[in-house]
Nanobody
């Protein structure tokens, strides 16, 4: 079982960045992105969950809604987080997470401890 994030880096405010999460070794119904700043608790950002063959239901925290977009290509085992109009407060380590059983996105985003599979994280820094 493996989750591997990529795509982090340093960008300026207002720019865009696309993170990717590659999943391997397990079947999943949903995938979520979290972020964490030093000394702060991990915060849910976005989540996507199966909806009977369509593109997936998506959920966002208020802090990223309208700027970030989560999507996936389950056939490739890839989940993406498109980050547009980034702000300095988006500076965090970003993690993708999932679980071996189906989970409600709303609950997962509110409680990171409800998920048991995590990647190692990728750093995003937004600064002028």
């Amino acid at each position: 079982v493996q989750l591997v994030e990529s795509g982090g880096g340093a960008v300026q405010p207002g720019q865009s960045l696309r993170l990717a999460c590659e999943a391997a070794g397990f079947d999943y119904k949903g995938m979520a992105w979290f972020r964490q700043a030093p000394g702060k608790e991990r915060e849910g950002a976005a989540c996507i969950h199966d909806n009977d063959g369509n593109n997936g239901n998506t959920f966002y925290s208020d802090s990223v809604k309208g700027r970030f977009t989560i999507s996936w290509d389950k056939g490739k085992g890839s989940t993406y987080l498109q980050m547009n109009n980034v702000k300095p407060e988006d500076t965090d380590v970003y993690y993708c997470a999932s679980d071996r059983v189906s989970f409600p996105c709303q609950i997962a985003l509110a409680s990171f401890r409800s998920l048991d599979l995590w990647g190692q994280g990728t750093q995003v820094t937004v600064a002028s």
